[in-house]
């Protein structure tokens, strides 16, 4: 889903066909951001190389935007992850559904990405579905909350399913608490808006994650 550049709402930045896009690659990720998307990449938005390098904890991800404007308020730096098996129709990231896909990095390597930058407000998990990979995107965010920056995280999962699935999924309960917003649901193709600010279509929600968990049902932010 997630951000797109959100993977959840289905306007993406990140384009894998190689038509009609700005390609930008580095020694180890590369980066394709489609010109005719719904959420193009801006002026400010950076790409950034990671190293390869898949010890301690990793992430598997499709690319990552080093400062971007479109993924969350402020300045973020927005992880893709890689894998989603939700399949919406019209998602605008097919090429980060595939499990196998992208590239495995270290979490430290993202972490020396985001701590270079002292512009940041925040990080930004999108996807592909974070939730895959709530282990390794969970430590990632407890480590970027220990740095005062906040976390936003993409889901094709509602909250509620969320909620009722955290029980037997590995992470998924650790990922909720640490994040801060929280943009759930699949994208859908007939509700897609492009006026929504920060999802892909009307079922989306942006959520304060900390008070719907205190009132265990879910609760708007006011962004
Ligand atoms: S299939 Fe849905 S949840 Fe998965 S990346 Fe695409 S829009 Fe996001």
Redesign the pocket.
Known sequence: ??GMAV????SSVIQGDGSSVIQGNGSSVSFLYKTSDTREPSPCITRTNLEEVPDGVSLRIAGVIGESIVDGPGIRFTIFTQG?K???PG?H?PQ??DFNGGKLVSMESVLEQVRKNPLLDGITIS???PFEQAEACSELAKSVHAMKLNVMTYS?YTFEELIAGEADRPGWKELLEETDILVDG??ELARKSLLLKFRGSGNQRLLDVKKSLIRGMAVEANL
């Not at 993977?7 to 289905?10: A, K, M």
């Open positions: 889903m997630g993977q959840g709402d289905g989603c939700h399949h919406c998602c990231n980060t559904h996807g592909g579905e094709g699949r994208f």
